[in-house]
């Protein structure tokens, strides 16, 4: 029985023969470095019965000046370029997985905070904060403090969530290995005689750790901010406080997994690694530089805004105060 089958940088033309993928006992099948096209799905490949080292040209840029071939049975996609990568790296977008990441986070957020909320005994054990205060947490020097002024306000802090958000899709859609204009860099290598492949990639586990690091450092102050005014927003009813904790808790949240999903996708060495990190982690400063350019445009509406927000403070610090007095009581 036929076992291993290379025909690849062969130029040939066409489409990949369904008898091929019919055959049970196969374990190599390389069909790279020509110009087949069509589409050969996950059924066509059903007959095997263990897994098979199948690589195609359903990379991207395409061999051919048509649509390259769509490959779900394929372990390796290549490209034009003679460079290769596998095709397992993950069954959804790093975009959706972001998603979905939100969507749990927010719904653990807001069930939280509907369960406490109406739950006496999950009130009475939540400790109000008193070593900072609300301002503090939101940042004097960032429009997300603005949460805390008048709700007209609340289209700056609004504005730069949106952009921040929009500006981390932009990098996850090009994080994608299954988009075709994405910046994903092929580092797999297989070249023609022979039937063995390697990643050209080096980046040891070092280099994640301090990745993480890095990440821990540049967005854990941000998370954990966001997780306090979240605390103070259910202990004090404070939807002020709920409004603006989510949002620097969603938006680490996703800077983090950003970072690690862009640096997965073209990171080739040590020093990519921590550069784009660094990069990336620059964009989760936008709401303080959209502060101080708000700052220096309108310094008026702006003395006014950090008015009412600091009013707000002082409002929401004294019944944080009347909710530990109630608290120690009761305890």
Known sequence: SIKNISLSYNSLKGKIPTEILSL????????????????????????????????????????????????DCCTTCCNSDEMCQHNDKRNYTPTQITQFMVAVLCCFIFGSCA??????????YLKPEMDITVLDLCGEDSVYSFFLGNVTCWIFPVIAVTFQMTLYVIFLNAASFKNGSSDWIYTVRCPPNSLDCHDAR?????????????IILGLGTDLIKGLRLLRIGVSTSSF????GGTSLVIVSTVAGTTSF??????AQSSTDVIINAAILLFLNDIDE?????????????????????????????????GVLAVTTEQG
């Open 24 to 71: 049970q006992d196969l374990s190599l099948l390389h069909f790279h470095g020509n110009q087949l096209t069509g589409t050969t799905k996950s059924s066509a490949c059903s007959t095997w019965q263990k897994r098979v080292d199948f690589i195609s040209d359903c990379g991207s840029p395409s061999t051919t000046s048509s649509k390259s071939i769509e490959c």
């Open 115 to 124: 369960l406490i909320s109406i739950s006496p005994w999950a009130k009475q």
């Open 202 to 214: 080096d980046i040891g586990s070092l280099t994640w750790i301090v990745f993480f690091i890095l």
């Open 240 to 243: 002020r406080c709920v409004f």
């Open 261 to 266: 999903f862009y640096n997965d996708a073209i």
């Open 289 to 321: 530089l959209m502060f101080s350019l708000l700052e220096r445009a309108f310094p008026a509406l702006m003395t006014s805004i950090v008015h009412e927000s600091e009013v707000c403070s002082k409002r929401i610090g004294q019944t944080n105060l």
